[in-house]
Each structure stands twice: as structure tokens, then as C-alpha cells.
Nanobody, 125 residues
Framework: QVELIESGGGSVEAGGSLKLSCATS????????MAWFRQTPGKEREGVAY????????YYADSVKGRFTISQDKTKSTLYLQMKRLKPEDSAMYYC??????????????????WGQGTQVTVSS
């Protein structure tokens, strides 16, 4: 079994920064593919950053490219999302997601098995 626990959300003014953390535990083989998603009320969950824990390959949604950075610590137990130059449209509940492997689009939430409870990010203008 895998457990994911997010932290680091909060309120910030536009142009500011936040760093989200996702503490991971459980079978490593079941969480080798990790991603950050976000969701606002009434909208579908949107993938923003992807990380393959074996290869280190990362992908970013166009909306956050150049502003967000996904990474993990050396022990591969914590996933991070560094967010800079935040915009009001970045406001959302942010979720950490994990799976053993993802085929096809890495932005499909249905392909991830494990989810955290979410952490709220609010960016004011």
C-alpha cells in the first residue's frame, strides 16, 4: 500500500512563491511514477507536473512551464513542487498522485492509483 500526504499550501500574493511537499510511504514499486494535479470547484483535475522517480524525467503543463519545478529528495520519499511567479489562476487544491507506471498521457488522472488528501493554494491579485 502507498500513502501520500501533501503539505505546504497557503495564501500568497500574485508573483509570490510556494513549495509544496508530498511525503510518500509504502511500496516504492507502486509509486515510481509521480505527479502533481490541481483542481478547482466544478472543473476536472488538471495535471501540472510529472516525475519519473527512476529516470528523473519530468514533464510540465504549458500553463506552468518555466514557473513550476517538480523534484524529489535523495531518499525518494518526498516529492516537491516549487511554484514561482504565482498567478491568481494557479489557485486550486493541489494533489500528489502516484502509480507504478503510466502509459500514454501522463495527464490523465484516471491512470494514477494513489492520491493524497490535497493542499489548498490561494493566490490573490
Amino acid at each position: 500500500q502507498v500513502e501520500l500526504i501533501e503539505s505546504g499550501g497557503g495564501s500568497v500574493e500574485a508573483g509570490g512563491s510556494l513549495k509544496l511537499s508530498c511525503a510518500t510511504s509504502g511500496d516504492y514499486e507502486l509509486r515510481k511514477t509521480m505527479a502533481w494535479f490541481r483542481q478547482t470547484p466544478g472543473k476536472e483535475r488538471e495535471g501540472v507536473a510529472y516525475f519519473n522517480t527512476d529516470s528523473g524525467v519530468t514533464y510540465y503543463a504549458d500553463s506552468v512551464k518555466g514557473r513550476f519545478t517538480i523534484s524529489q529528495d535523495k531518499t525518494k520519499s518526498t516529492l516537491y513542487l516549487q511554484m514561482k511567479r504565482l498567478k491568481p489562476e494557479d489557485s486550486a487544491m493541489y494533489y500528489c498522485a502516484g502509480a507504478s507506471i503510466v502509459y500514454g498521457s501522463v495527464w490523465s488522472a484516471a491512470k494514477y492509483t494513489y492520491w493524497g488528501q490535497g493542499t489548498q493554494v490561494t493566490v490573490s491579485s
